[in-house]
């Protein structure tokens, strides 16, 4: 037992250093895209990314440049204080009054 406890502590410590360290590296690489870029990576979907693409067609220069600029201004806005509070607004707007919504699932076969 004492072989076996032997090869397992070391075996052991170098996984942990060798996450340790490897976080440490990818939190650096997070770090420098984000110093070098100004923002940090898009989150990709590939998916609905594929099929949007695909329906859109092939567009011309300027809807190519207008679409970025659209969506880079709509990113800003979604990124702002002030889009919470229209978004808890509509929501309030719609909410039912004076009732609370029922979590009752009705089965219908």
Do not use: H
């Not at 037992?1 to 090869?7: D, G, R, V």
């Amino acid at each position: 037992m004492a072989a076996w406890l032997l090869w397992f502590v070391p075996s052991f410590e170098a996984g942990f250093w060798s996450a340790l360290i490897a976080g440490k590296l990818r939190g650096r690489g997070k770090t420098c895209e984000l110093l070098v870029y100004g923002r940090p990576a898009r989150t990709c979907l590939p998916l609905i990314d594929e099929r949007l693409r695909k329906a859109a067609g092939t567009p011309t220069k300027s809807q190519a440049f207008a679409a970025r600029r659209i969506a880079a201004v709509l990113r800003w806005l979604a990124n702002t204080r002030a889009m919470d509070y229209a978004i808890l607004l509509g929501l309030r707007r719609i909410w039912p009054k004076g009732r609370t919504i029922r979590a009752e699932v009705k089965m219908c076969l």
